[in-house]
């Protein structure tokens, strides 16, 4: 079984401030992590995945993640916003079965001038 | 060609209608996914083809009814719908089933039933 949480449905930061999405999860196996954005009217894009080795990731668009087992945490941060940013953010677990990916409820970013 | 196509982009049909959702991947994968996203509900998982074959179906209702002829290609059947079936319905693909494998998403269609 796996789920995740993502905390925070409406984050709201600056433009040029520091962004971070909260993600924990529960995998009974080891879990392979995404992140996904979906901008208005499109599908979802991938920003980033951990599957092994190296625990911080770095994604497109300048985001970065850090896999945290002791923490059963996958945060997303960016050091600074851009407008261009707003979007939803989901973070997704998936096991053995990419189709069985368990996405959170989505964080909305919003990015004021 | 984006990666993964989807038409229409938009879809009105009244309960008593037949439509026909379609996706195409030009991204040479060998699974296919239909997934549906609906307001204030997480992301659900609806079907899983794995080089065309049906490999996952999650208690979805008879009224859809996908079609996979091959590894490119997913159609999504409608028939006798209901207004709580208004969604975005995304396809999405992945170089394989395993966990390790991303999803590639399309743009959606916007389902709309009266």
């Known amino acids: 079984a796996q789920s995740v949480t993502q905390l925070g449905s409406h984050v709201s930061v600056s433009e040029g401030a520091l962004v971070l999405l909260r993600c924990n999860y529960s995998?009974?196996?080891?879990?392979?992590l995404f992140w996904y954005v979906q901008y208005p009217n499109q599908g979802l894009q991938l920003l980033l995945k951990?599957?092994?080795?190296?625990?911080l990731v770095k994604g497109i668009n300048g985001f970065e993640a850090e896999f945290k087992k002791s923490e059963t945490s996958f945060h997303l941060t960016k050091p600074s916003a851009h407008m261009s940013d707003a979007a939803e953010y989901f973070c997704?677990?998936?096991?053995?079965?990419?189709?069985?990916?368990?996405f959170g409820d989505g964080t909305t970013l919003t990015v004021k001038p | 060609e984006t990666g993964v196509t989807q038409t229409p982009r938009h879809l009105v049909m009244g309960m008593t209608n037949k439509k026909s959702l379609k996706c195409e991947q030009h991204?040479?994968?060998?699974?296919m996914y239909w997934y549906k996203q609906s307001a204030k509900k997480p992301l659900e998982l609806m079907f899983v083809?794995?080089?065309?074959?049906?490999?996952e179906n999650n208690s979805v209702p008879s009224r859809f009814s996908p079609e996979c002829p091959n590894s490119s290609h997913l159609f999504l059947h409608l028939h006798t719908l209901q207004p709580e079936d208004s969604a975005l319905y995304l396809c999405?693909?992945?170089?394989?089933?395993?966990?390790?494998?991303?999803?590639?998403f399309g743009n959606g269609t916007r389902l709309t039933v009266t």
């Open positions: 999405a693909s992945s170089q394989e089933v395993a966990g390790n494998s991303p999803l590639h």
């Open positions: 995998s009974s196996v080891p879990p392979y």
């Open positions: 951990y599957t092994t080795g190296a625990t």
């Open positions: 997704a677990v998936s096991g053995a079965n990419a189709g069985k990916s368990t």
């Open positions: 991204l040479g994968h060998n699974a």
């Open positions: 083809y794995n080089f065309k074959e049906q490999t």
